[in-house]
């Protein structure tokens, strides 16, 4: 393997989120996923896989999933408007992977890259009224 082939390669950690109200989530740990060769929405298909044949996770199949968003970049400077979040980050919308068609590292993405895969209409219900429950 070449230095530039492994340089491209990695592990993501996936947050994946059923619940925001009840912060109720799970991460997957993806290894091995090429940043330069992999889309949006073939990452999107390997986390579906894991959703539906890794043990621990029934509860997390009822959930229509369909967006992924960047939480944080590892070894990178803290960027700016970082949320409090425990879950999700609430700002940077530009953190979005909005085409499935975009390589992971056209975003930015490299390894130890964490990010959320959710509902997107839950979380902008969320974002209009952010109360937690316990």
Sequence with gaps: MSKTTAANRGTLTVRLIKSFEYRTFKNIVLRDVDFAHTTAGELKARIQTEIHTASGMKP???VPYDTLKIYTKAHGAKMANQTNNLIINLDNNEWILS??????????????TEISYYNREAFEQFKHNPEVKW
Excluded: S
């Design 60 to 62: 997390f199949r009822t």
């Design 99 to 112: 085409n499935d068609h975009d390589m992971l590292d056209y975003h930015g993405i490299g390894h130890e």
